[in-house]
Nanobody, 119 residues
Framework: QVQLVESGGGSVQPGGSLRLSCVVS????????MGWYRQAPGKQRELVAT???????TYADSAKGRFTMSRDNAKNTVYLQMNSLKPEDTAVYYC?????????????WGRGTQVTVSS
């Protein structure tokens, strides 16, 4: 089993910044791609950014130029640095990891952290 715990959410004004963290624990062998997703009220969960085990990152168009995802394998942690935040970034942000272990591919989710952008 893999556990993911997000932190770093909060309330900020438009134009502000937040840094989200996601700590991975448990059976971490075989974890490759990790991602940040978000879900706003009344909307479907959507991809924000992903990072592969080779440190290749991809971003949703809404995140490009403002958000940066990174991983620190020594700390079993991934981050999402969010700058120039907009009200439409308000959502619960979730961390997800994919794991290939003993020929089985699974994915795990954290419980999320709330981000609110409002003046």
């Amino acid at each position: 089993q893999v556990q993911l715990v997000e932190s770093g959410g909060g309330s900020v004004q438009p134009g502000g910044s937040l840094r989200l963290s996601c700590v991975v624990s448990g059976v971490i062998s075989g974890i490759d791609t990790m991602g940040w997703y978000r879900q706003a009220p009344g909307k479907q969960r959507e991809l924000v950014a992903t990072v592969t085990s080779g440190d290749t990152t991809t971003y949703a168009d809404s995140a490009k130029g403002r958000f940066t995802m990174s991983r620190d394998n020594a700390k079993n942690t991934v981050y999402l640095q969010m700058n120039s935040l907009k009200p439409e970034d308000t959502a619960v942000y979730y961390c997800k990891c994919q794991q290939l272990l003993h020929g089985n591919r699974r994915e795990y989710w954290g419980r999320g952290t709330q981000v609110t952008v409002s003046s």
